[in-house]
């Protein structure tokens, strides 16, 4: 974290899901606390101050861009349904900004093909699909616009495993495969 490699994302402290906890359309004061919450443990237990926000369950309304610039997040997701519903143009992973009542943040797709890849990856330990499907969007990506961001929290790929049984050093060392594998490519 402190040589940038990974990046602490912020969140709401008790993951509560953005639309359902406010009252009202315009009412985020449960959620401005719980964001704050969140920040502050951050920056006393990692010494970093988040600037990207983990978006619980990935709801989406435009009002969540103030909320979120609000307190000093620039960065979200948004799973791939979203983004493509919302009408947008060009390609999937290209790097967005979206604004509302004079904040803005930016949109990084959250697409569930890579994220469903990448598992496949850290739970098999072949890296072939992810690879594939990156050097196919490498290629698609003329103008440098593309972030292919993987968003998972870490239970996903190791504590879920764990529970029904399996070793998690197998995880790990798949995982250390795939990273391998992206550092060893010269356009990742």
């Not at 359309?25 to 969140?38: L, P, S, T, V, Y």
């Not at 990207?52 to 309304?61: D, H, I, L």
């Not at 739970?123 to 961001?149: E, I, K, P």
Request: hydrophobic share 35%; charged share 20%; proline share 2%.
């Amino acid at each position: 974290v402190a040589d940038g490699q990974f990046e602490i994302v912020g969140s709401t402290y008790a993951q509560n899901i953005i639309y359902s906890t406010r009252a009202t359309g315009d009412d985020f004061e449960m959620n401005q606390h719980q964001i704050a919450i969140h920040k502050k443990l951050i920056e006393d237990t990692f010494g970093t101050t988040p600037v990207s926000f983990w978006n619980p369950e990935r709801v989406w309304t435009q009002s969540i861009v103030k909320l979120l610039a609000e307190a000093g997040y620039a960065n979200v997701q948004i799973e791939d349904h979203i983004l493509l519903a919302s009408g947008i143009t060009g390609g999937e992973y290209a790097v967005r900004t979206t604004t509302y009542d004079g904040a803005t943040v930016n949109v990084f797709n959250d697409g569930k093909d890579f994220e469903g890849l990448v598992n496949g990856a850290i739970d098999s330990g072949d890296t072939a699909s992810v690879m594939a499907f990156l050097r196919n969007l490498y290629n698609q990506d003329q103008d440098d616009q593309y972030a292919v961001c993987y968003h998972e929290d870490m239970e996903a790929t190791g504590l879920w495993d764990y529970e029904s049984g399996e070793n998690p050093h197998v995880d790990f060392s798949n995982l250390n495969t795939l990273l391998t594998a992206f550092e060893r490519d010269p356009r990742i």
